[in-house]
T-cell receptor, first 114, second 114 residues
């Protein structure tokens, strides 16, 4: 079945460092891809999305490009801030999945220190 | 912006008791999802409604679990004869009926079975 694999954390960075969180997926057809973020004590929030190959999603300085050839959707940010500390989830929504329910990776915890 | 609302936020119950959670989705959203999230894992799909119809249930949803969405508005998730393994965060999300559209999540109900 469809699945998402993302790099295990925690990821610990200093402020202004470059961030990459790897995400690969397995899916039949052409899924939509998402990154969700969960800040401490808060619910999941959509960070960015891409709905077709070669699309680039971006928000708040984060970017991810839908790469069909490598089945990847890696999250990047050029300069992280302490406020970016959170858990990041990669997810897919497959046309083959009933109701376009999301399939999530296990999450990657990011900790940024000043 | 009322967002997705879940009640209660926390529930502690004794093993064997029944519990019920409520989710109020964003008013114009016709799709409603329930997910379960355990520590260190991403959310896992439980069940999904389109309007008032429950269209799919995950294998994770045992016979002790039941969900309803009367009149296509709020939804309830009931767990009967709770077990310690039911301890988790129960998340509700809602979305519009459009492929690739984002799902908006509530803050979840944390269930602890003692």
């Amino acid at each position: 079945g469809d699945s998402v694999t993302q790099m295990e954390g925690p990821v610990t960075l200093s402020e202004e460092a470059f961030l990459t969180i790897n995400c690969t997926y397995t899916a039949t057809g052409y899924p939509s891809l998402f990154w969700y973020v969960q800040y401490p004590g808060e619910g999941l929030q959509l960070l960015l999305k891409a709905t077709k190959a070669d699309d680039k999603g971006s928000n708040k300085g984060f970017e991810a490009t839908y790469r069909k050839e490598t089945t990847s959707f890696h999250l990047e940010k050029g300069s992280v801030q302490v406020s970016d500390s959170a858990v990041y989830f990669c997810a897919l929504s497959s046309a083959n999945q009933a109701g376009t329910a999301l399939i999530f990776g296990k999450g990657t915890t990011l900790s940024v220190s000043s | 912006d009322t967002g997705v609302s879940q009640n209660p936020r926390h529930k502690i119950t004794k093993r064997g008791q029944n519990v019920t959670f409520r989710c109020d989705p964003i008013s114009e959203h016709n799709r409603l999802y329930w997910y379960r999230q355990t520590l260190g894992q991403g959310p896992e799909f439980l069940t999904y409604f389109q309007n008032e119809a429950q269209l799919e249930k995950s294998r994770l949803l045992s016979d002790r679990f039941s969900a309803e969405r009367p009149k296509g508005s709020f939804s309830t998730l009931e767990i009967q004869r709770t077990e310690q393994g039911d301890s988790a965060m129960y998340l509700c999300a809602s979305s519009l009926e459009t492929r690739g559209t984002e799902a908006f999540f509530g803050q979840g109900t944390r269930l602890t079975v003692v």
